[in-house]
């Protein structure tokens, strides 16, 4: 279902009057986790100033230790909720496990998948039943192939609003936090028929890389860009080193929606 093959023409998400795959670039952007409701709502200002159609950020945070921030959860969803009524901007965040789908399509026009659970089978069953859109994230040592099947299997229980989202891949380089696999943007576009958006923040690791790889993602033929600002990155409870702060946002905005544009 989700190839080519099967359907020639490309998927348009149609996210609430957003469309994905349209032809016209979609950014979502926003912190890596909602901390507090200042800090989201100061975000998402900037975010929609920046010309972004999506707020993301984290309720529930899938962290490598245990004993790091993991997330607001319920009262998080709420400020997400609040933001888009503040901004009009339309909501992405994800979800950890099949109990609390329920509850983040309450809130969440988007439901994301994360890296780390891209081959969590239920959980992809049961995004597949909540008819969101959904964002499925490149698992962290995923090929193209198994990043496919796990979309079929969001598909085959009916939901074909499915963006694929390339977020870096485990390599034996350290100098970033993953590699951004860009060929994957061109490979995903040409084996399957659902939009492709590229995250550079999870993908890098590193802000200073996250411009010129956005820039690079629209010039490989991505549908939207997934990219992690925080009003103040020194402050940020989780993924601050990959955050671009409100200067930089804004200057990569008028970068890539230049770049769309000339495309
Ligand atoms: C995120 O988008 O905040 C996130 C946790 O991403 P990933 O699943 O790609 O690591
Ligand atoms: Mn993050």
């Known amino acids: 279902l989700a190839s080519r093959q099967f359907r020639p023409a490309s998927t348009v998400i149609d996210v609430g009057g957003v469309e994905v795959g349209g032809g016209r670039l979609v950014v979502m952007a926003g912190p890596c986790a909602v901390e ?81 659970n891209m081959q969590n089978f239920k959980l992809l069953q049961a995004v597949g039943q909540a008819g969101k859109p959904v964002l499925l994230k490149r698992g962290i040592a995923a090929t193209i192939s198994e990043w496919l099947h796990a979309a079929e299997y969001i598909l085959s229980e009916g939901n074909y609003q499915v963006m694929l989202c390339e977020r870096g891949i485990r390599t034996f380089e350290e100098y970033t936090r993953n590699t951004l696999d860009l060929s994957a943007v061109v490979a995903a576009k040409k084996l399957s028929h659902l939009p492709v958006v590229v995250d550079p923040s999870h993908g890098t690791g590193r802000r200073e890389l996250v411009g010129p790889m956005a820039m690079a993602a629209v010039a490989a033929g991505a549908d939207g860009l997934m990219v992690e600002m925080h009003p103040n990155p020194a402050t940020a409870l989780s993924d601050g080193p990959q955050s671009l702060n409100p200067e930089q946002y804004r200057e990569l905005m008028a970068a890539v929606f230049s770049l769309a544009d000339f495309l």
Request: hydrophobic share 45%.
């Open 36 to 116: 507090s409701r200042a800090q989201l709502l100061e975000a998402a200002e900037i975010a929609r100033e920046g010309g972004a159609q999506f707020l993301r950020g984290g309720a529930f945070k899938p962290r490598t230790s245990p004993y790091s921030f993991q997330g607001l959860e319920r009262q998080g969803l709420e400020y997400l909720a609040e933001a888009r009524e503040a901004t009009g901007l339309k909501i992405v965040t994800e979800v950890v496990d099949v109990t609390s789908v329920a509850m983040v399509a309450e809130y969440a026009d988007v439901l994301q998948i994360g890296a780390r």
